[in-house]
């Protein structure tokens, strides 16, 4: 299952080896706040790596420092969510420019991302929501990952904008470019348990049914021996459709390679025989008879 403190926590403690990555990384944590302040967070490592990434490149930040966020009007009764805050200049992110960064500056950015966006995650229907406040900024992430190959779509949602990734492959990828190695490994193991389980279910669901029709056959076709032979019609049948019958009274829950055996006749033949007789037992009651 993927739990986004899991993830967020594994991608905190990813340590940027170039200075322009850990500027990347820490614009994109930037780039998803509503606070102009700085980063606004619930999760202790977004907060810590904050404050490492800022620290690294010499920019001054201050924090973190706990403060409760207030609820929206008719909200009042409940408490509020302590975030944590690393007040940080603004500008990082602004001066940071998406078209020009190469492949490794454009990963640590989306790495940020993740780190500082509100991020639902749900595994059962793989599904990946960035919750902004900024609608310029939803647009533009959706056309950063759009151009990082991952599709991406946007809906509005109670005031906020929700860029919104669905798919196995989809969420896959956006791992892959985060580098989330430890939570894309559960994320594939999941769905490689998923689709054996799916398809397990599937074949106990085939052999299931096949078992029923290999005993419901039998059963018919001795009801319809019981009937011609009541009839007095099964003597009057050509010999290979009587041996067949007499077999099948003798063998009534031997399987076809039995009878065929007894019969000296391929399995194919005796199939087509007991299929004649319920047939024909079926015509004789004026009903329609079942090939199976």
Partial sequence: MLVASELKGELARIQPARACCRRAELAGLLFAQRDAGGVSTLEHPTARIAVQLAASLGLPASGPRSATRSRPKGKASAPGRH???VALDREI?????WPSAPPHDRRAFLRGVLLGASVSLTSGAPHV???LGDVRRAR???TYLRESEVRAGLLPRRGRNVVYIKGQEEVATLLRLAEANRTLLDFESGRVARDVRNRLNRLLNAEE???GRTVRAPDRQLQAIAHLQATGELQRLPVGLREAAAQRRR????DLDALASALGISRSAVNHRLRRLVTIAAASRG???SSR
Wanted: overall charge negative; aromatic content about 8%.
């Fill in 83 to 85: 975030h944590l805050q």
């Fill in 93 to 97: 992110a602004d001066a940071w420019h």
């Fill in 129 to 131: 929501e960035f919750v």
């Fill in 140 to 142: 533009e992430l959706r």
């Fill in 209 to 211: 049914a096949n078992l």
């Fill in 251 to 254: 063998q009534p829950d031997g």
């Fill in 287 to 289: 009903e329609p008879a």
